[in-house]
């Protein structure tokens, strides 16, 4: 089976199983079983997959279809085009939240910021975002789950940006 064969007929899968953007989802369900990039993979559509790798991807299709979130096979996420280490104890960042970064940015420019805090911080995608986006400003990113904030602690540790978000 070739790639483009995998991704069409995961694609078939996914959508007569009611799964949303199934190809976008099966794109990054094969790629993450392959350990590629999106252009490395159109680059080798008609790559043949080895059994193992064949075997692999079935796999992480039948997650997907017993209700595994692809963020969660993966283990990543996009945020405001960032790339977050997310896994079951933290919710996925929402795309909708990235309007709250954007809010929070327009306000930043109008007026003197020093300090910012987020309530129940997940996987620390809004904090670092902001950290990312605003280096003067210091910003308190709290959770009640230990396990979520050992998730942002890495985020932030990856993005080096540790010392300016403070994990309570």
């Known amino acids: 089976m070739t790639i483009r064969q995998a ?16 190809s976008l989802e099966s ?11 999106r252009v490395q993979l159109y680059i080798d559509l008609n790559r043949a997959l080895s ?3 064949e075997n692999t991807f079935w ?3 039948e997650r997907r279809l017993n209700g595994v979130p692809t963020a969660y096979i993966t283990e990543h996420r996009e945020f405001y085009g960032i790339d977050f280490y997310v ?12 309007l709250l970064v954007e809010k929070a940015l327009d306000l930043a420019q109008n007026q003197t910021i020093s300090t910012i805090a987020e309530i129940g911080t997940g996987c620390g995608a809004i904090a670092i975002s902001l950290a990312l986006n605003l280096p003067q400003v210091k ?4 959770d009640i789950s230990a396990s979520a904030l050992n998730v942002a602690l890495l985020n932030c540790q990856r993005y080096s940006v540790a010392d300016r978000v403070s994990l309570l």
């Open 51 to 53: 059994l193992e790798q």
């Open 139 to 142: 910003i308190y990113a709290t």
């Open 7 to 22: 991704l069409a007929h995961a694609r078939k899968i996914l959508v007569s199983n009611n799964i949303e953007d199934a």
């Open 59 to 61: 796999h992480l299709i």
């Open 27 to 37: 794109e990054l369900l094969l790629r993450h079983a392959l350990d590629t990039s």
């Open 87 to 98: 896994n079951p104890t933290v919710l996925i960042p929402r795309p909708e939240s990235e």
